[in-house]
């Protein structure tokens, strides 16, 4: 990995130890540099986790991802500094009836430090951590933005429950400690990319943090979230607005291509209401 590009793509010019307040560092600055967005699948464009193409588009392109390719990307980093981590799959709990079962569509990292073990995401979308939590459960942990907490699923020990509190406490996803390798995680990318019933191929999702707040664009409607404060919210009605908050609030480098102007304007025609 050119780790060198990563850590200038975050804006990280710390000490290169694989110790935990390394790890903080490079877990809170990398959602804020780097945003989440699904250009590709509503476009209808690829999403490859081949390490080159995955450095082109988010190091050298300026653009964001989804959770596989924010958290494997983050993965390489951290093993190229030096740590010892482990990639696992989720189910989706966020937005879905209590006795929904969704297949593994996300993926989350076990990062191992000094004999203790911590969960690092960079790759949730509207609520990511912007810190690693201690994996134990039962117990509130801060971040810089929301605090989050594991829990055991349904009395059970051998899996979790994140949650975060968004006012109160929201299931975001749920896992067990088995790992995963880089093919599996490319079947479940490959399926929410192609997939007809997948949400990604049909909506638009941006989201990125900042020091004391989050930006996020759902299809037409776009939030600012500040920490303490009351959010705003604005409906956007032409995809020349929406270009103009994927580069000023997401940091995206948006693409100059027909087909990608011809996905905006069709979240614009299905979802600006006014």
């Not at 464009?45 to 588009?57: H, I, R, T």
């Not at 989706?92 to 990062?111: F, K």
């Not at 975001?172 to 192609?194: A, G, I």
Request: with cysteine.
């Amino acid at each position: 990995m050119d780790l060198d590009r990563y850590l200038s793509r975050i804006g990280y010019d710390g000490p290169r130890t694989s110790t935990l307040s390394t790890l903080q560092a490079l877990h809170e600055r990398h959602p804020e540099a780097i945003a989440f967005e699904n250009l590709n699948p509503l476009v209808g464009w690829p999403v490859s986790l081949d390490e080159a193409a995955l450095e082109q588009k988010m190091l050298g392109d300026g653009r964001g991802g989804w959770c596989f390719e924010h958290n494997w990307l983050f993965r390489r980093a951290l093993e190229a500094l030096g740590f010892r981590v482990r990639g696992y799959a989720a189910r989706v709990l966020w937005g879905s009836p209590p006795d929904h079962v969704g297949p593994r569509s996300h993926m989350v990292l076990e990062v191992g430090i000094d004999g203790q073990r911590y969960l690092a995401d960079v790759g949730w979308g509207g609520a990511t951590m912007t810190a690693p939590l201690l994996l134990q459960t039962g117990i509130e942990q801060a971040t810089p933005h929301e605090p989050f907490r594991l829990m055991p699923w349904r009395g059970q020990d051998d899996e979790y429950v994140m949650e975060a509190r968004l006012g109160e406490w929201t299931p975001l996803y749920r896992f067990r400690r088995d790992e995963q390798l880089q093919p599996d995680y490319e079947v479940s990318s490959h399926w929410l990319c192609t997939h007809p019933s997948s949400f990604f191929r049909r909506e638009l999702t941006v989201a990125r943090p900042y020091p004391g707040g989050r930006f996020a664009l759902r299809n037409t409607t776009w939030t600012h979230r500040r920490v303490g404060a009351e959010s705003e919210t604005r409906l956007l009605t032409s995809s020349a607005a929406i270009r103009e908050v994927l580069e000023r609030d997401f940091l995206i480098r948006v693409p100059s291509a027909p087909e990608l102007d011809a996905a905006l304007e069709r979240v614009v025609a299905t979802w600006a209401r006014e």
